[in-house]
Nanobody, 119 residues
Framework: QVQLVESGGGLVQAGGSLRLSCVASGGTFSRYSMGWFRRAPGKEREFVAASKWSDGSTYYADSVKGRFTISRDNAKNTVYLQMNSLKPEDTAVYYC????????????WGQGTQVTVSS
């Protein structure tokens, strides 16, 4: 059974940083593009960042480009999201995704971790 478990969320002041982690189990994830989505209050879930399995390249939503960095450790089945220069509009539940094609997850979801950025 595939499981994605996120951690690292919390409350931070604007301008601060957080690092999210997602540990995957129950499958082989090194051959998939993994990444992150988020859902802000009252909004649809949106793509944030992804790490391609094929060449390790990364891509981001325009709203987080230059502030967030995604990385992965295939040996540990773990994907990370380093979030710097956080803004109140980054407040959302962040979800790990196991198989991203373009900006759509066709795989599994984690349970989500709350990130709250105060002004």
């Amino acid at each position: 059974q595939v499981q994605l478990v996120e951690s690292g969320g919390g409350l931070v002041q604007a301008g601060g940083s957080l690092r999210l982690s997602c540990v995957a189990s129950g499958g082989t994830f090194s051959r998939y593009s993994m990444g992150w989505f988020r859902r802000a209050p009252g909004k649809e879930r949106e793509f944030v960042a992804a790490s391609k399995w094929s060449d390790g390249s990364t891509y981001y939503a325009d709203s987080v480009k230059g502030r967030f960095t995604i990385s992965r450790d295939n040996a540990k089945n773990t994907v990370y999201l380093q979030m710097n220069s956080l803004k109140p509009e980054d407040t959302a539940v962040y979800y790990c995704a196991s198989n991203i094609i373009g900006n759509v997850n066709v795989g599994y979801w984690g349970q989500g971790t709350q990130v709250t950025v105060s002004s």
